[in-house]
């Protein structure tokens, strides 16, 4: 028998339309879904990490796009240390971004130009120090080039450029303090 009450197609329509934006939420989820898988398998390539690690990146806020600047992070963090980034320590950073193909007006560069006006937090700065530790000598191409003692070499430079009396070129003691963690962090975990 046929339903000739109004409110049956009433409700037959609301529960059809229902469906149909279950329908379309849960595609758009799996959409979302695989594009961070996929995320997560490139990140997973350019960095070598096993994929806890990647998703610990992907919760920080890293992409494919931004990873290049995981080596980075240690020289910012000791611009930092004092305070200020002057604008030795930020050309100093700048060029070797460059060097690492990070190109201008890219979202890497976007993002190190953001690290210049205020540090990154100190969650992301422990998180990456314990990720480039896991890296340092294995197939990271993010890292390519780079070792443990290079990425140091490269944070007492950025500790030199800015300090010091009347030119003199000296290393504060929280500069110093920093170096020594990020040595650890890098070095320590190294085979």
Do not use: N
């Not at 990271?140 to 780079?146: F, N, P, S, W």
């Not at 929280?174 to 650890?184: G, M, Q, S």
């Amino acid at each position: 028998m046929a339903d000739d009450h109004p409110l049956g197609e009433r409700g037959r329509a609301l529960e059809d339309e229902y469906f149909r934006r279950m329908d379309r939420e849960l595609l758009e989820s799996a959409r979302r879904t695989s594009a961070l898988d996929d995320e997560g398998r490139e990140l997973g390539a350019l960095t070598g990490l096993q994929a806890r690690d990647v998703e610990a990146l992907q919760a920080l806020g890293f992409t494919a796009e931004t990873v290049a600047l995981l080596p980075l992070v240690p020289l910012v963090q000791v611009a930092w240390a004092d305070g200020g980034v002057s604008d030795d320590e930020r050309a100093m950073i700048v060029q070797l971004a460059r060097a690492r193909a990070i190109t201008d007006g890219s979202a890497a560069d976007q993002q190190l130009a953001v690290w210049f006006r205020a540090p990154p937090s100190p969650d992301v700065s422990a998180a990456v120090s314990r990720l480039l530790g896991a890296m340092i000598g294995g197939p990271a191409i993010v890292l390519e080039g780079l070792t443990a003692d290079g990425l140091v070499e490269y944070c007492e430079r950025i500790a030199a450029a800015s300090g010091g009396f009347l030119g003199l070129r000296r290393v504060g003691v929280d500069e110093r303090a920093l170096l020594t963690k990020i040595a650890h962090d890098l070095k320590g975990r190294t085979r």
